[in-house]
């Protein structure tokens, strides 16, 4: 079956440091590739994607490329702001297993001034 | 903002009484998902639906039940609330192969 795994945290960093939050993958088929966000006390959101190898999503100053040979999806920021602050899910959703989304554990983040 | 709203948004009720959630969306989208959140377990899928009546389990659905009469409306119930489905619950929507929106959550409480 379809599985994601993600970096433990919690993380904790000092504002302007750079930021990778490792993500892995395994799908029986062609997935596309997400990170959400969530905020205290809020739903998830998404914050990118990609759908294809190689494609690189991008938001917020918050990139990910989509790594079909080592079934990755890390995310990173090059300068984190204490607004960053908040839980990321890496996901994934196969076509050929209709339409669910399976997720990550969730890396827990925290940014200090 | 996907239009998605979880009802109620809290609850307590007591051991043993039923529960039922309410999701709706208004975006015709034919996935929705329920999902609980629980620390130090992520996001863990409970029941899905892929269309009016076609429903399947995730992976901790012991407890739960779901229908889905209308596009719009996916109702979780918990038959006889126990303790350990104190949790925040999670209701998302997709369409295949897309990202999935998500409601706000409803927090229940069972004492």
């Known amino acids: 079956g379809d599985s994601v795994t993600q970096m433990e945290g919690p993380v904790t960093l000092s504002e302007e440091a750079f930021l990778t939050i490792n993500c892995t993958y395994t799908a029986t088929g062609y997935p596309s590739l997400f990170w959400y966000v969530q905020y205290p006390g809020e739903g998830l959101q998404l914050l990118l994607k990609a759908t294809k190898a190689d494609d690189k999503g991008s938001n917020k100053g918050f990139e990910a490329t989509y790594r079909k040979e080592t079934t990755s999806f890390h995310l990173e920021k090059g300068s984190v702001q204490v607004s960053d602050s908040a839980v990321y899910f890496c996901a994934l959703s196969d076509r050929d297993n209709a339409g669910k989304s399976t997720f990550g554990d969730g890396t827990t983040l925290t940014v200090k001034p | 903002d996907a239009g998605i709203t979880q009802s109620p948004r809290h609850k307590v009720t007591e051991t043993g009484t039923p529960v039922t959630l309410r999701c709706h969306q208004t975006?015709?989208?034919?996935?929705m998902y329920w999902y609980r959140q629980d620390p130090g377990h992520g996001l863990r899928l409970i029941h899905y639906s892929y269309g009016v009546k076609d429903t399947d389990k995730g992976e901790v659905s012991d407890g739960y039940s779901v229908s889905r009469s209308k596009t719009e409306d996916f109702l979780l119930t918990l038959e006889s609330a126990t303790s350990s489905q104190t949790s925040v619950y999670f209701c998302a929507i997709s369409d295949r192969n897309t990202e999935a929106f998500f409601g706000q959550g409803t927090r229940l409480t069972v004492v």
């Open positions: 975006e015709n989208h034919r996935y």
